[in-house]
């Protein structure tokens, strides 16, 4: 059966972002959201070479269930940053609501693709972002839900990473390309600096035409 999904027309305002022409490069920034009445949050990195190239990657990193960006960033966030600032590419970091994305495993009574969907037009739009570049990756209930928005919204999305992640997509016919689960599964069940670097070169290999 093929996967279907009516995305929602969201009404939404922020707060907490800084303007365009304000913003400092190799820099952690958090804001917050209100979509549809629901608060929502995230987390985003600039790197050192902002304003400094026209367009940039824009990499999602999805965490996992019951974790939260702030454990994400102190994992993994020094070796995300430094490949950013080498390469020039900002970072998202999204909250899920009550820790849990929703993946199409549970009720949808969340629109997470919907919020994803609107953090990449915000920042493709507001921070020099490029729509041809962009990169979603997730660590478990993280990873089902970057194949999730891959599915239901493929053009928005330029590469896919399941990390730590063994379920198959929710669609039949997945038309975003998905690195390969031998690079982001590990038996210490741990990412490793040689899977993040891995999947920075993966993503860059990719761009929309």
Not at 122 to 150: D, K, L, T
Not at 179 to 184: D, G, H, L, N, R
């Amino acid at each position: 059966m093929k996967h279907f999904s009516c995305i929602l027309i969201l009404c939404f305002t922020v707060s907490g972002i800084p303007a365009q022409n304000s913003i400092a490069g190799q820099t952690l920034y958090n804001s917050n959201f209100d979509i549809d009445g629901i608060p929502r949050s995230c987390a985003f990195y600039i790197p050192l070479k902002y304003g400094k190239t026209e367009m940039l990657p824009l990499i999602i990193m999805l965490h996992d269930k019951n974790s939260n960006v702030k454990t994400l960033i102190k994992n993994y966030g020094d070796t995300m940053h430094t490949i950013a600032d080498s390469i020039g590419a900002v970072i998202i970091y999204p909250s899920a609501v009550a820790g849990t994305w929703h993946d199409s495993s549970i009720k949808d009574s969340v629109n997470d693709v919907g919020y994803i969907s609107i953090l990449i037009d915000y920042f493709v739009q507001r921070y020099q972002c490029s729509a041809e570049q962009v990169y979603i990756a997730g660590v478990g209930n993280g990873a089902a839900m970057a194949m999730r928005f891959a599915c239901d919204l493929p053009s928005k999305v330029t590469a896919i990473a399941a990390l730590l992640y063994t379920g198959n997509p929710t669609c039949e016919n997945l038309l975003v390309p998905l690195m390969s689960a031998e690079k982001t599964i590990t038996s210490s069940g741990k990412i490793t600096n040689t899977i993040l670097s891995d999947m920075w070169k993966f993503f860059l290999e990719h761009k929309k035409e």
